[in-house]
């Protein structure tokens, strides 16, 4: 298996990822992807978007949106099926998880959005544009980018 990683991934916080694919056999170059951060030469039909926790995912989701919603956009424009693969760790296993999440920005904004609504916003773009929500620790990421990359089309 050959992996594109993007190269807007900062080497440090990809650091144990690209550990797990050089113990693993994956090969791996650096590249601009067109959407998402790991991407199979195999299948260039699906790619990986990580995500370091749900305050990120809020970002892309709050602040970011025209940016993060513009790229759901283009995966789905093209056939691409986007993943996002968020390390959030062991409290969130599932997008129904993210209801109980509590956002550390409420205690200093009253503006700041609740897992409820993040949970909405997410099942929205899901619905919306197929993007796929997957959960990990991080100490799993590089082996579940590679599951996510070798699994067979649903």
């Not at 144990?16 to 601009?32: E, Y």
């Not at 773009?125 to 990421?141: D, P």
Request: hydrophobic residues 35%.
């Amino acid at each position: 298996m050959t992996v594109y990683i993007d190269s807007r991934e900062k080497a440090r916080a990809i650091k144990s990822i690209v550990a797990t694919f050089d113990r693993r056999g994956v090969k791996h170059f650096s590249n601009k992807l067109f959407v998402g951060d790991y991407q199979s030469l195999d299948n260039p039909r699906r790619a990986i978007d990580r995500k370091q926790n749900l305050s990120e995912m809020y970002q892309n989701l709050c602040h970011d949106h025209d940016r993060f919603i513009g790229e759901l956009k283009r995966a789905k424009d093209a056939g691409i099926e986007l993943i996002i693969l968020i390390e959030h760790g062991p409290s969130v296993k599932c997008l129904e998880d993210v209801i109980s999440w509590q956002n550390p920005r409420l205690e200093v904004s009253p503006y700041a959005w609740d897992g409820k609504r993040l949970y909405k916003t997410m099942r929205t773009a899901r619905e919306k544009y197929g993007v796929r929500y997957e959960f990990c620790s991080k100490r799993e990421t590089g082996s579940r980018i590679i599951e996510l990359l070798q699994e067979v089309a649903k």
